[in-house]
Nanobody, 121 residues
Framework: QVQLVESGGGLEQPGGSLRLFCSAF????????MGWYRQAPGKQRELVASQTRGGDTAYEDSVKGRFTITRDNAKNTATLQMNNLKPEDTAVYYC???????????????WGQGTQVTVSS
């Protein structure tokens, strides 16, 4: 069984910074893509940032230049560094990962429980 655990959300003022952490635990053989989605009230969930195991990254247009995703493949962790935060970044942020479990032939997508990020003065 696999679990994603997130931490690091909170309240920050506009222009400030927050860092989100995600760790994958369990019977993991290999972690492929890792990423972060967010969902604001009344809006659809959207991809914020993702990174392949090889290090290729992708970002939603509104966060380019402000957010950075990094991974530690050996530890099965991902970090989202969020700088110059804006009120429109307020949302619940979810970590996601595509994982192949031990003794399994198929990859599955897993989700964390979500962490609230609020940007307000």
């Amino acid at each position: 069984q696999v679990q994603l655990v997130e931490s690091g959300g909170g309240l920050e003022q506009p222009g400030g910074s927050l860092r989100l952490f995600c760790s994958a635990f369990g019977s993991i053989f290999e972690v492929y893509n890792m990423g972060w989605y967010r969902q604001a009230p009344g809006k659809q969930r959207e991809l914020v940032a993702s990174q392949t195991r090889g290090g290729d990254t992708a970002y939603e247009d509104s966060v380019k230049g402000r957010f950075t995703i990094t991974r530690d493949n050996a530890k099965n962790t991902a970090t989202l560094q969020m700088n110059n935060l804006k009120p429109e970044d307020t949302a619940v942020y979810y970590c996601t990962a595509t994982i192949l479990e031990q003794r399994s032939d198929y990859r599955h997508d897993y989700w964390g429980q979500g962490t609230q990020v609020t940007v307000s003065s």
